[in-house]
């Protein structure tokens, strides 16, 4: 049984879709998206009843998260996975970074990810589980006019090596770093996206199954990688 967050939509609802094929059962967490979790939830059920729930929690409430952690190992008895995909990204250049977008991106891409797991990480030692953090190519290669979320992603980077040394051997830790995967919802980012894209080797915007099927990878085939972040970025990381 896999948690996932941020899972109603976009990327996180492909990795959900991809793990539920797998046969998993699947936790839908939402923030906000209440009528797209629960569509994916009466798609999941559909094709395999008993198999696919919502859950709602505010990840930047620390009470929520201890919450989170308790319903999805009840939910059907165990936890034997969590992907960490719930991220808030803007950008915050220098000269227009304050205190609430720190607090609101350090929160979601780093500190929402140290708390759930850690909240988590009982069940999943006992079902000797594993962990997917999604970070983002951008930890490595920063990218220009948003050094907080970054630098939150750099963070998440460095936390998915520490936490399997912390967590080992019961239980991996991985992480994905995806680069131009999906054009962004907000019109301001999308000049960002058409350069990510011209600047991989591949020359094309990669796709959320990219991201899904290399989640389900480091999940369910993988028992011998622990504290590894794979980019799935069309060679961006490869280039200057």
Request: proline residues 6%; aromatic residues 6%.
């Amino acid at each position: 049984m896999a948690l996932l967050t941020g899972a109603a939509r976009r990327v996180g609802a492909a990795i959900a879709r991809d793990l539920h094929a797998a046969g998993l059962r699947v936790l839908i967490h939402y923030r906000g998206s209440r009528a797209d979790a629960d569509a994916l939830v009466d798609e999941l059920e559909r094709q395999r009843p008993d198999s696919a729930r919502a859950l709602q929690a505010d990840l930047l409430d620390p009470e929520a998260i201890n919450r989170l952690a308790r319903e999805a190992e009840a939910a059907w008895g165990r936890l034997d996975f969590l992907v960490n995909n719930a991220s808030t990204f803007y950008a915050t250049p220098v000269g227009a970074i304050d205190a609430a977008a720190w607090d609101d991106l350090l929160g979601s891409n780093l500190k929402a990810p140290t708390f759930l797991t850690q909240a988590c990480a009982p069940a999943l030692q006992r079902a000797h589980g594993a962990v997917v953090n999604i970070v983002d190519i951008h930890a490595l290669r920063p990218l220009k006019g948003y050094p907080v979320y970054s630098a939150a992603k750099a963070g998440l980077w460095a936390l998915t090596q520490a936490y399997a040394r912390e967590l080992g051997p019961g239980v991996r830790v991985n992480g994905v770093a995806p680069g131009a995967i999906l054009s962004p919802e907000d019109p301001a980012n999308a000049g960002t996206h058409e350069a990510m894209v011209e600047r991989t080797a591949l020359k094309r915007e990669g796709s959320p199954q990219d991201i899904a099927r290399t989640v389900r990878f480091l999940l369910l085939d993988a028992p011998y990688i622990t504290g590894q972040v794979i980019p799935v970025d069309g060679g961006r990381s490869a280039s200057q």
